[in-house]
């Protein structure tokens, strides 16, 4: 772990929570990879009859995104406890030597990355839902 930080947080070394979030940032992406997401892929692969196309694919693509997600804070590894979040990054791509604008940037990207498939899924669900008769249901073209 790279303790070279000067900013006077001392609890971080006395209660050992660096050594405990980094191995937890080595541990849950490997649980996601091997048990969530390839659980949530076959739930979806085999209840994809009971749902329409656009609401299927709006769920694979979220999937999708989240599986971005993780690949990408797993190479960031930021040290998520107040108040070093802002200032601390231990993966890859921060060692690389990237100005922090640029680190912001990817961080911010795989974030907002899942919204329009989410956003897409809601809208899907949303008219499904609805009556044909309802003044939101949007015409279908």
Same mark, same amino acid.
Not at 4 to 16: C, T
């Given at each position: 772990?790279?303790?070279?930080?000067?900013?006077?947080? $001392?609890?971080?070394?006395?209660?050992?929570?660096?050594?405990?979030?980094?191995?937890?940032?080595?541990i849950i992406?490997?649980?996601?990879?091997?048990?969530?997401?390839?659980?949530?892929l076959f739930?979806?692969?085999?209840?994809?009859k009971n749902?329409?196309?656009?609401?299927?694919?709006?769920?694979?693509?979220?999937?999708?995104?989240?599986?971005?997600?993780?690949?990408?804070?797993? @190479?960031?590894?930021?040290?998520?406890?107040?108040?070093? @979040?802002?200032?601390?990054? $231990?993966?890859?791509?921060?060692?690389?030597?990237?100005?922090?604008?640029?680190?912001?940037?990817?961080?911010?990207?795989?974030?907002?990355?899942?919204?329009?498939?989410?956003? @897409?899924?809601?809208?899907?669900?949303?008219?499904?839902?609805? @009556?044909?008769?309802?003044?939101?249901?949007?015409?279908?073209?």
């Open positions: 772990v790279n303790t070279s930080l000067r900013f006077g947080f $001392e609890y971080d070394r006395r209660y050992r929570t660096i050594d405990a979030v980094v191995n937890l940032q080595w992406p490997l649980l996601n990879f091997v048990v969530l997401h390839p659980s949530m739930t979806l692969y085999t209840g994809r749902m329409t196309a656009p609401i299927f694919w709006g769920y694979v693509s979220i999937q999708i995104g989240l599986v971005i997600h993780d690949v990408g804070f797993y @190479s960031l590894r930021v040290y998520v406890v107040a108040p070093f @979040s802002g200032f601390y990054c $231990e993966g890859w791509i921060c060692r690389i030597g990237l100005p922090n604008s640029l680190l912001m940037a990817f961080v911010n990207t795989i974030i907002v990355a899942n919204f329009p498939s989410f956003l @897409s899924v809601l809208v899907s669900m949303h008219q499904a839902l609805i @009556s044909d008769k309802n003044r939101w249901k949007l015409s279908r073209l």
